[in-house]
């Protein structure tokens, strides 16, 4: 079964850091792009980073770009994210979510984790 | 970015009454290959997103024939032929067009009257 599992969210103080992972099984992590999306607290989707399967292609929302950092081990079938200098909106659950079938990013992510938690509060 | 919006923001139903969620982007989601990357999502009260339909109206494995999809250019449609009571949640489109900006609508929160 094709799985994602996030971990790593938690309670953090304005500017603080957090890293959140990934854990992926049931296929070939090496060959997909992944994403990370978030959903603040009562709010929609926010699509946030893709990192490509060799790590050469990465994108990031302009909400997030210069905070967090994408990247992934393929040995280790994991895909992290850096949060940096953290923000009250950045409060939300975090997904990590990929495009098995078909596998073209524009028709958007059908495999999705359950998400983490990310708290930030003083 | 291309900007999402989605009519009604929320959608009281009578059971095995239909049901649509119309979606408008500001720009045109047909792409220079001639797909049009218009994709909907569902999310069930406590779950993760699911996506229902990609490319407007290919329907995912598993997805009820009850769910459609329509549309070309600027707006779109997602139409319950019969709501049930597992259809409860938020629906989403999501336009992967203009990749990597992809962005989604705000959300219709369809409910059972």
């Known amino acids: 079964e094709v799985q994602v599992v996030e971990s790593g969210g938690g309670l953090v103080q304005p500017g603080g850091s957090l890293r959140l992972s990934c854990a992926a099984s049931g296929f070939t992590f090496s060959s997909y792009s992944m994403n990370w999306v978030r959903q603040a607290p009562g709010k929609g989707l926010e699509w946030l980073s893709y990192i490509n399967p060799g790590s050469s292609t990465i994108y990031y929302a302009d909400s997030v770009k210069g905070r967090f950092t994408v990247s992934r081990d393929n040995a280790k079938n994991s895909l992290y994210l850096q949060m940096n200098s953290l923000r009250a909106e950045d409060m939300a659950v975090y997904y990590c979510?990929?495009?098995?079938?078909?596998?073209?990013?524009?028709?958007?992510?059908?495999?999705w984790g359950q998400g983490t938690t990310v708290t930030v509060s003083s | 970015d291309a900007v999402m919006t989605q009519s009604p923001l929320s959608l009281p139903v009578t059971l095995g009454q239909p049901a649509s969620i119309s979606c408008s982007s500001s720009?045109?989601?047909?792409?220079?290959?001639?797909?049009?990357?218009l994709n909907w999502f569902q999310q069930r009260p406590g779950q993760s997103p699911r996506r229902l339909i990609y490319?407007?109206?290919n329907r995912d494995s598993g997805v009820p024939e009850r769910f459609s999809g329509s549309g070309s250019g600027t707006d779109f449609t997602l139409k319950i032929s019969r709501v049930e009571a597992e259809d409860v949640g938020v629906y989403y489109c999501?336009?992967?067009?203009?990749?990597?900006?992809?962005?989604f609508g705000q959300g219709t929160k369809l409910e059972i009257k």
């Open positions: 490319k407007v109206s």
């Open positions: 979510a990929l495009s098995v079938v078909p596998t073209a990013i524009r028709c958007g992510m059908d495999v």
């Open positions: 999501m336009q992967g067009t203009h990749w990597p900006r992809v962005t």
């Open positions: 720009q045109s989601l047909v792409h220079s290959d001639g797909n049009t990357y």
